[in-house]
T-cell receptor, first 113, second 115 residues
Framework: ETGVTQTPRHLVMGMTNKKSLKCEQH?????MYWYKQSAKKPLELMFV???????ENNSVPSRFSPECPNSSHLFLHLHTLQPEDSALYLC????????????FGSGTRLTVV | AQKVTQAQTEISVVEKEDVTLDCVYE???????LFWYKQPPSGELVFLIR??????QNEISGRYSWNFQKSTSSFNFTITASQVVDSAVYFC????????????FGGGTRLMVKP
């Protein structure tokens, strides 16, 4: 399997639920990212991991908890979300060399009810 | 000030029209990279092109062409003879030396091509 794979593609959860988003890449990249894309809003960077270490947390509320067990996997754990957290959550990876840009997954469309 | 500005939030054209998507960037770096990504309704951002700051040659790939002008800090994207399948959100992005390997994205331009 190539590219960046995100699961699930769609998720509906209640405000009291706990769920996790998964991102996986087999490109040999060493940096991984979570982005949030709300309707008609710019892409918002949430978290950055380089070689499994978190290097950026863009003032994200604690109800979003990332986990990067290795360079190929990235999770976003969700708990007690709000309806305004409904959005498309995109994962991306890169080689860490800035000239190559990012490879994106197809995203998880999250709806909080 | 935004580092990457895509002033056109939405553009609507009729099939076969040419359309240009504007991108203006801001950086103090002498070495940087610019990118365009396409986001179709399926959600995934698809890489279209990368350009480094030392290469001001314009590029053409089929119906797509890119005009990089350092003098105006612009990296515009033109679609010739647009098709309905070109309908998507297009993002311009900048990678700077002092930002490590992070991309700064513009706000995106939603292109709607009507039959």
């Amino acid at each position: 399997e190539t590219g960046v794979t995100q699961t699930p593609r769609h998720l509906v959860m209640g405000m009291t639920n706990k769920k996790s988003l998964k991102c996986e890449q087999h490109l040999g990249h060493n940096a991984m990212y979570w982005y949030k894309q709300s309707a008609k809003k710019p892409l918002e960077l949430m978290f950055v991991y380089n070689f499994k270490e978190q290097t950026e947390n863009n003032s994200v509320p604690s109800r979003f908890s990332p986990e990067c067990p290795n360079s190929s996997h990235l999770f976003l754990h969700l708990h007690t979300l709000q309806p305004e957290d409904s959005a498309l959550y995109l994962c991306a990876s890169s080689q860490g060399d800035r000239e190559y840009g990012y490879t994106f997954g197809s995203g998880t469309r999250l709806t909080v009810v | 000030a935004q580092k990457v500005t895509q002033a056109q939030t939405e553009i609507s054209v009729v099939e076969k029209e040419d359309v240009t998507l504007d991108c203006v960037y801001e950086t103090r770096d002498t070495t940087y990279y610019l990118f365009w990504y396409k986001q179709p309704p399926s959600g995934e951002l698809v890489f279209l092109i990368r350009r480094n700051s030392f290469d001001e040659q314009n590029e053409i790939s089929g119906r797509y062409s890119w005009n990089f002008q350092k003098s105006t800090s612009s990296f515009n994207f033109t679609i010739t003879a647009s098709q309905v399948v070109d309908s998507a959100v297009y993002f311009c992005a900048l990678s700077e030396n002092n930002a490590g390997n992070m991309l700064t994205f513009g706000g995106g331009t939603r292109l709607m091509v009507k039959p």
